[in-house]
């Protein structure tokens, strides 16, 4: 049994006998386990930093490149606008164009017609010599419009123009004709009141004070507070002094 024990004892002995004469290298091996575990650790650190970086790079190409398609989407946005508005101009362009060598349908007095291209150039065209104050000229184009085309829904108009070119041009006969069919064939007709006073001027231009009175009545009966009634009182005053 004692024997037994020295033996034990013995191989204690000389096991640490054995780790104590060793203690250099079993240092040497733990520091080494370490270097390599951090190594490999900044090797994964590294390669991680490394993908995070290249996704981040992919990240900002897309971003880049999103902001490019955007950019093109809203240029052919853009063009298809500026594309639609072109053609709806050129449609309206056309239209138009078409409109000037077409008849339209027009209403005059309550009267409605059918008005050609070429009358509706003509009546423009006397009413713009109207306008100027050319009053020869303006006559003679009424004249040669209605004419022209002798049923034309514009006939109120004509002669009513053609009546007050008539009275300046000091052709009292003529404007009295005129301004008196209108009054007649045209009751409806939305320059009345300036026909009735341009009546009335050209009645007492030519003399006929009575049937101008009368026409300058006629205009404060039919249409009173407004400023041919003004101006037909203060010719009515005059008259009657």
Known sequence: MQKTTRTHTLAGLVASL?????????????DDEARKAILEVRQRLDASIEAQQDQRNQIELLRQEVAKLRGQNETLLNDLTELK?????????????????????????????????????RYDAALKLFNDG????????MVALSGRYPKTVYMPFIQFYQGTA??????????????????????????TSDTLLNLA???IESGQKPAAQK????????????????IAQDLLLQLNK
């Not at 780790?19 to 079993?26: E, T």
């Not at 009545?217 to 407004?226: E, H, S």
């Open 166 to 191: 008539a009275y300046a041009n000091r052709d009292y006969k003529t404007a009295t004709a005129l301004l008196q069919n209108v009054l007649k064939k045209y009751p409806d007709f939305e320059r």
């Open 201 to 203: 001027n050209t009645l």
């Open 85 to 121: 508005r072109a053609q709806t101009d050129g449609y309206v362009s056309i239209d138009e164009r078409v409109r000037k060598f077409e008849p339209q349908t027009v209403t005059v007095a309550g009267i409605q017609g059918i008005v050609q291209p070429d009358e509706q150039q």
């Open 215 to 230: 026409t300058l009545n006629d205009v404060l009966a039919k249409f009173p507070n407004t400023d041919n009634a003004k």
């Open 134 to 141: 050319t009053y020869p000229a303006a006559q003679s184009a």
């Open 18 to 30: 054995f780790f104590i004469s060793h203690p250099a290298h079993a240092g040497l091996f733990s």
